[in-house]
């Protein structure tokens, strides 16, 4: 199944272009568990290699993940801040917004204020969450674009690199699943550290919501 996706995702980007990371970083951004470490490697492993100028595309390529990601939180941020925590708290369970991830998620922002909205593009669970304690407490939307655009373009930038090294280990082994799982299993190790010391120590610290990690 991984390879059939794999490969529908290639030969669609051979026409969607950036356009097409563009559309599914702003999903990832959303409420949609659709993780940006399988949208921006394969398409800067595909753009780097087939064009004669591979480092610019990988610059139009961090351009397309940041303004998506942008696009997404944008969303999150104005139906939180038009609909209220009241509507949130009750009609986000539906699409996987569970009261204790929102509660988790205002304490995250209230630990590390507008610094917060930079330091999520880098992690987990809180990168799909942060727009929505923004929305509630109404934080200044120039100051809350400015942060997420920043925080994407470095997250863009790394996912570029870390496709066009994938890439070449792949094609110099020979060997996906080997390749895979090792840069998988680095990417767990990095996001899970960095996870914990952004998330779970604070909570820790403070005994509130996400202690314990986030719930299901």
Known sequence: MFEALSEWYMARLEDGGYALVAVLMAVESSIVPLPSEIVIPPAAHLFYNRNQEGFLCLVWLTVAGALGSWLGATVMYWASRIGGRPFVMRFGRYVGITPHKVEMAEHWAAHYGPMGIFISRLLPVIRHLI?????????????????????????????CWIGVAMGADIEKTSNLTHTLSKWLGLGALVLGGLYYFF?????????APGAEGPRP
């Open 131 to 159: 727009g929505i304690p923004a929305g509630i407490v109404r934080m200044n939307f120039t100051q809350y674009s400015i942060y997420t655009l920043i925080g994407s373009a470095i997250w863009s930038a790394v996912l």
């Open 199 to 207: 998330v779970v120590r604070p909570s820790r610290d403070t005994g």
